[in-house]
């Protein structure tokens, strides 16, 4: 399996992830907490680590505590101390979903979850097979079994995963998430809706099993300024803060309802400049119940 990452996705993501949010206190964030998750990306990771202390830096700004697992530490149980309690999740890092080229079979055990670091040291490198673990839905749900995968075993098992109910998961610049996949070149097959749909179907799942109130996915470098509209605007609504995205286009939505909860799926078809050869995929999604307020999920007390 090649790794999942795009390489024209750097220097792109450098330009539109550049801007920062000036964001004020508010109470909106009181008692909240977010926690960061940097995963493995080889030369990426330096970039991806700049850009979640820019959402470190919103959420404290809103009036959240923040806990950080960045690699070369983002190791399962690190994880795990800082997802405990968190009532917004942010992770950065390789995706690994489904469909994808690699199999016709969703192995649940390492898809629709994180790429972490599998020990402490092994620096940043990503290669899945010796120094980073996928640790996918069944790792985030603590189903996994005898049957899953050796690494998945070996390193995904060390502690269960305890958010504060009602959380919301934020996935930036990681493929699949959204509904893109991986394209090296201009031949390569584009992403029809009914996969874009799958995939994010499928990523959601297990957010949504664990008591998340909300999935969002963007490609566009602003996870900051998504978490700063959550935590500043608890009245408003999850939709709301879906359509002030950088990436929001409302021509270019498809909407339906989620096959496996009780939620709705939006995705949507857009282009980012220099991304895959400047040809539309779906950059930017949310799955969720699209009227509720991060103050009725438990989110933010304000």
Known sequence: MRVAVTRILLAVCLVVGASTVSAQPSMGGSGVKVAIIVGPTGSLTDSYRSWANEVAAAARNAGATVAKAYSPRA??????????????????????????????????????????????????????????????????????????????????????????????????????????????????PRTPYRKARQRVRNYSFPILAMGGSAFYATAYGDAHQLVARLLKNPGRSFAWAFKQGKGYDADAIRKSSHPDRNARIWVQKTTIRGFHFGQPDWWYAFVGKPHRTPKQAGVTGG
């Open 75 to 188: 190791t399962w149980p690190r994880v795990v101390d800082a997802v405990r309690g968190a009532n917004v999740i942010v992770y950065f890092g390789h995706g690994n979903g489904y469909p994808s080229p690699y199999s016709s079979t969703e192995w649940r055990d390492r898809v629709n979850g994180w790429g972490l670091n599998r020990t402490t040291e092994n620096g940043d490198k990503d290669d899945w097979s010796k120094t980073m673990v996928y640790c996918g839905e069944k790792a985030l749900l603590g189903k996994l079994g005898a049957y899953d995968g050796a690494a998945q075993g070996k390193y995904c098992t060390n502690g269960e995963l305890r958010p504060a109910p009602g959380f919301v998961m934020v996935y930036a610049q990681a493929h699949y998430t959204p509904g893109f996949g991986e394209r090296y070149s201009r031949d390569d």
